[in-house]
Nanobody
Framework: QVQLAESGGGWVQTGGSLRLSCAAS?????????MGWFRQAPGKERESVAS????????HYADFAKGRFTISRDLASNTAYLQMYNLRPDDTAVYYC????????????WGQGTQVTVSS
């Protein structure tokens, strides 16, 4: 079973940058895993930010993330990252790391979330 641990959230001014980390551990291999980042702002539903296929590194981004956010993964450390540039106040949310099998649509393994706050 894969376990996910998030870190890297914090408080940043408009235009700043943050790098979120998602450390994965457990006895399963990651060959067929999709790793995703989600966020949930106050009063809004959770939305997808980006995803990456663990082995092939195929990526997908939400429209709001294109050109500003980069998802990546490091094999040696079993860690996924979300690098965020040019942050805006509407990026303020709790950011979650999640994982699923590549043939499934539902993410069934989730991290605890990390708060990102962008001041205007």
């Amino acid at each position: 079973q894969v376990q996910l641990a998030e870190s890297g959230g914090g408080w940043v001014q408009t235009g700043g940058s943050l790098r979120l980390s998602c450390a994965a551990s457990g006895g399963r291999t990651f060959s067929d895993v999709v790793m995703g980042w989600f966020r949930q702002a106050p009063g809004k539903e959770r939305e997808s930010v980006a995803s990456i296929l663990w082995n092939a590194q195929t990526t997908h981004y939400a429209d709001f993330a294109k050109g500003r956010f980069t998802i990546s993964r490091d094999l040696a450390s079993n860690t996924a990252y979300l690098q965020m540039y040019n942050l805006r106040p509407d990026d303020t949310a709790v950011y979650y790391c999640a994982a699923r099998h590549r043939l499934q649509t539902e993410y069934n393994i989730w991290g605890q979330g990390t708060q990102v706050t962008v001041s205007s």
